[in-house]
């Protein structure tokens, strides 16, 4: 139970600061703790290609992170949200619009 009440509470969170995909590849690296329960304690031997599935993992949340989140844009169901606009889009907005008379 305190278990998944971290789960839920620390999966918005994530999500807000990091996005979906971070998640995902965060949510990968737990095969790796599994990995590690198993030659700790059941001292079973792993494949070879464990490490190197692992290895990638690591690699592959390294590079989404100098990578970036994709920038924001605004919210097609409500366009008068202009929080999430970036700069130039706001300004873009923000000025006024000639009528044709």
Not at 29 to 34: E, H, I, N, R, V
Not at 39 to 51: F, H, N
């Amino acid at each position: 139970v305190g278990c998944l009440f971290l789960l839920y509470s620390l999966v918005p969170q994530v999500l807000m600061r990091s996005g979906a995909t971070f998640l995902n590849l965060s949510l990968l690296t737990s095969d790796f703790w599994a990995v590690l329960f198993g030659v700790t304690v059941l001292e079973e031997r792993p494949s070879p290609l464990t490490g190197v599935a692992f290895t990638l993992t690591i690699f592959g949340l390294f590079l989404y992170h100098l990578q970036g989140q994709p920038p924001r844009t605004c919210d097609p169901v409500n366009p008068e949200d202009s929080a999430l606009l970036d700069p130039a889009q706001q300004e873009a907005q923000d000025e006024p619009r000639e009528t044709g008379s």
